[in-house]
């Protein structure tokens, strides 16, 4: 595994082949690589500073053990990324996006202010943002789901369990790379197993890689599913976008972006501000209020973590 180059000075040098791919699963610095023959590869970060996700194109060099060693990530677009409310740093949750999907089900209670906040991210990151009933085996989605489709985030109607809306989820990803997120026990897991049969083997492959068993819960993994890919992600309780600025958030919810031309200041925070076209429109019932209300708390958490985490 090792190739000879010439410097630029004419010297001949060796160095050890260096090969790229992609990353399919990840748990802190250790994690799987796909190749783009299908082949895999146990991956752990060549210095700590380099911080993979699932999505990353990495290159890599074999290190011992039959391990590759990633030396670096290519840059990325359509980051997913959290902000944690203690520490200043984003955490990236997977790369190089097109599409996310905010599953939801009758079982846990739906969190729709939690949705609201991941297809925010989606908006943000310029991915495709949809919302996935599942479990529609056991119930309809209520009526407060209708307001997605209407603010223009299509909504699936999906039973992981029964195969339902499988093709349509497919037909949707495309040829993209999608990631499924949502509260814990909606049924991404399911889904992804659904979609890809190879699914259930990987967080085995993952285990025996690392020889730890504890991560398979915590760790992200992606899966070749239709033409495209889908990473599995594991549940939440809470999501905060990481934002440059929190006047940010206001770009994140479709149906506000929509109509803030027509407000009267070119940075209208649809609060308080005469002349909102978006104050307007929710007073009329042509914005949901409850997903107004959501774009407001999010902008105030926002506003309060921007104001913990700059030092004055
Ligand atoms: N009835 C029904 N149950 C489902 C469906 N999808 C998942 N489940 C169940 O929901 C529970 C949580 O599923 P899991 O995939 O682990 O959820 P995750 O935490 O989001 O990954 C499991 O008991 C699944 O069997 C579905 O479409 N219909
Ligand atoms: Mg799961
Ligand atoms: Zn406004």
Partial sequence: MRASRKSSKGTPVTAAATHSALVVAAYGRRGLLESADGSRIACLAA?????????????WQPGADGIALVQDIAPRTGLLERQPERTGAPEPVAANLTHLLVLLAPRPAPDLELADRYLAAAVLMG???????????????????????????????LSAQAGTGVDALLAWIGTGKAVVVGQSGVGKSSLLNRLAPSAAGTTGELSASTGEGRHTTTASVMFRVGNGWLADTPGVRDFV?????????????????????????????????????????????????????SYVALRRTAEAMAGRLQPR
Wanted: net charge positive; charged share 30%.
């Fill in 127 to 157: 991915a495709a943002g949809a919302v996935g009933w599942n479990k529609a085996d056991l119930d309809a989605p209520p009526a407060a789901i209708d307001a997605y489709a209407r603010a223009g985030h299509p909504v699936l109607r």
């Fill in 241 to 293: 976008p990481a934002v440059p600025e929190p006047h940010h958030v206001r770009d994140g919810f479709l149906e506000l972006r929509a109509l803030a031309p027509g407000c009267r200041f070119a940075d209208c925070s649809h609060r308080h501000e005469p002349g909102c076209r978006v104050l307007a429109a929710v007073a009329a019932g042509d914005v949901d209020r409850r997903r107004y209300e």
């Fill in 47 to 59: 210095s700590r500073r380099l911080r993979f996700v699932c999505g990353d194109r990495v290159t």
